[in-house]
Every structure is written in C-alpha cells, then in structure tokens.
C-alpha cells in the first residue's frame, strides 16, 4: 500500500542482480517462465535448466540475469507486491468518503491481484519455512500493509467513526494475518475454505466488525 512506503520503506530482494534493464526481454521471459511452470509444478521440482529451456537461453546465460532460482522468485515475489501497492492506489485516503465501500475496494483489489498469481502465492507460501530470503521479504512487505492499515484505523478513531478498542496495531497484525490465511486456503483448495466468490464479502465483514464493533460502519462525513 503506497501511503506506507514513507514509513516502512520498500523491501529490496536480496540474493539477486540488479535488473539490467527494464526492457530486458530474456529476463522477462524468466520470470515467466517460472510463474507459467508453478501453475504445475513445486517450486522445489522447477530446475535452473527447465527456466533456461523455457526463457530459450542456456544455462550459463541464465546465470547473467539470476544468481539463483531463488532469485527469481524474489524478483516475482517482490514485482506481485508492487503490483498489489499499486492497485491499491489512494483508497485508504479516501476512506471516509464510504468506508464499507472502500474498505471493500482494497480488498476486492487485493484479492484480483493475488488470484491473478495464485501459483506464485501458494509456492512463496510454501517455501517460507526454509527460504529465509523470501521469509525476510515477505515480512518487510507485511509490516509495510500493516503500517498502513494501522494507520487508517487509527484516523478513523480520531473522526469517531470507529471506537477506541485494541491497539491499532495489533488489529492491523491480525487482521492482515487473517487474509493471508482465508486466501491460501481458498487459493489452494485447503479445505476449510471460503468459497471464491464469497471470500472477498466475508473478509469486508470481518474487517469491519473488528474496526468499527459493527458491519454498518457510520455513513461518509
């Protein structure tokens, strides 16, 4: 979420080269590769040589762009959540506006980015009890979400549409922690989980019960 980045600043993979260029359509067509072959495939089954042979490049040529494989699903890792700040936008600083509505909006949009890379999201997932890397910087980008929803709740306070309660913070913790969980389960098919087409409904309800005590939070100032 972008009125975080100030606080929390941006997570920065480590363990891979700097991108040589932004038009660079080998490392491109890595990267792709990659997230094509995790719709079927582990992460741990995906070698060097199949990313090489599917980008059309060597193995040596590989090794120009990645030090590792690790390192290419840094690089997804760290391109998703961008994506994610960015569809985010300026919704949290219009929360007053509606704050059903955009509480609603943010995580609609998150949930339209993270399902566009499920395979990405569930391989990050699995691999971040041993992958210290990924672990690493999938906790920078978690406090930076947190930072922000910490934030917004904490203005909505002060506006008395949402009552004093937990500390912010541990509210933002918990209920980010909380998506996380209800998506890789509905993601993934790891039963119990909420349908596809309800799981959006069902995080807003909980969200805003948890913010404002209340479903119906109070109506735009």
């Known amino acids: 979420m972008t009125t975080a980045r100030t606080g929390a600043g941006r997570a920065s993979p480590r363990g891979r080269r700097a991108a040589r260029s932004a038009g660079d359509d080998r490392e491109t067509a890595i990267l792709a590769t990659a997230e094509r072959l995790l719709e079927h495939r582990a992460f741990g ?17 590989f090794y120009f762009y990645f030090p590792s494989k690790d390192a290419v699903l840094l ?25 059903r509505a955009r509480w609603r909006e943010l995580i609609q949009r998150f949930h339209e980015t993270f399902g566009a890379h499920r395979a990405l999201v569930l391989a990050c997932a699995q691999v971040r009890g041993t992958n210290a890397e990924v672990r690493w910087l999938w906790a920078a980008v978690l406090e930076r979400w947190v930072q922000a929803i910490e934030a917004a709740i904490e203005a909505e306070r002060r506006r008395g549409a949402a ?39 069902v995080l807003l309800d909980l969200w805003l019960a948890g913010i404002y005590r209340d479903t119906t939070p109070p109506p735009s100032t």
């Open 45 to 61: 089954d995906i070698s060097i040589d199949d990313l090489a042979r599917g980008a059309g490049i060597s193995r040596p040529t």
């Open 75 to 99: 690089t997804l890792l760290d391109r998703v959540t961008e994506e994610a700040d960015a569809a985010a936008g300026d919704v949290l600083v219009r929360l007053a506006e509606d704050p």
């Open 163 to 201: 009552p004093d309660g937990l500390p912010a913070r541990d509210l933002a913790i918990a209920l980010n922690s909380m998506n996380e969980r209800v998506w890789y389960a509905t993601f993934a098919g790891d039963g119990p989980a909420v349908a596809e087409r309800d799981v959006v409904d």
